[in-house]
């Protein structure tokens, strides 16, 4: 049992640099080269994640070398977090920061927008905002109007 206890003593040692830096790096760059934005949002939100960990472990590394579990609870959150299977920085994005980005002032330029069109850019992701403001930039909000007007006409068909 000696064997078996020294591995599950350092457990957090042995599998979390595979599961905090490895698998993420692999898996970030994968996102960069694929066209899907979803893996981005994960793997950044992940990233940002881990570094707010990292200041909260040097901050209060005094306090933490008094918890013996701290390792173990890290490195199960980490996983939460990076796995597939729960996407849990992505999770986290889409139910807590997109909340307080989109309050924060996050629409960027959609701010001289009317209301009805501040209300639709709202409910778009961001790199749809962006084409949209765009199109808004080069065809004028005229335009955007009859494109909003036309979708609700064929939502209605349906």
């Known amino acids: 049992m000696g064997v078996l206890g020294a591995i599950a003593k350092h457990l957090d040692t ?7 830096l490895l698998y993420p790096l692999y898996a970030s760059v994968r996102a960069i080269e694929s066209p899907s934005t979803l893996d981005d949002q994960q793997w950044l939100t992940y990233w940002v994640l881990y570094s707010f960990i990292t200041l ?3 901050s209060c590394w005094k306090v933490l070398a008094w918890i013996p579990i701290w390792p173990y609870v890290k490195l199960l959150f980490c ?4 796995l597939p299977i729960f996407n849990g ?13 989109k309050m924060g002032g996050y629409m960027g330029s959609s701010s001289n927008y009317p209301d009805a069109q501040k209300k639709v850019l709202q409910m778009m992701s961001f790199d749809a905002r962006k084409s ?10 005229d335009a955007f109007d009859r494109v909003i007007k036309a979708a609700e006409r064929e939502a209605k068909k349906h």
């Open 89 to 101: 920085a992505a999770y986290i994005y889409e139910n807590i920061v997109r909340k307080y980005v």
């Open 132 to 141: 949209v403001e765009r199109y808004i930039d080069t065809h004028g909000p």
């Open 14 to 20: 042995i599998i979390g640099p595979g599961v905090m």
């Open 56 to 58: 909260f472990e040097l």
């Open 79 to 82: 996983m939460w977090l990076v």
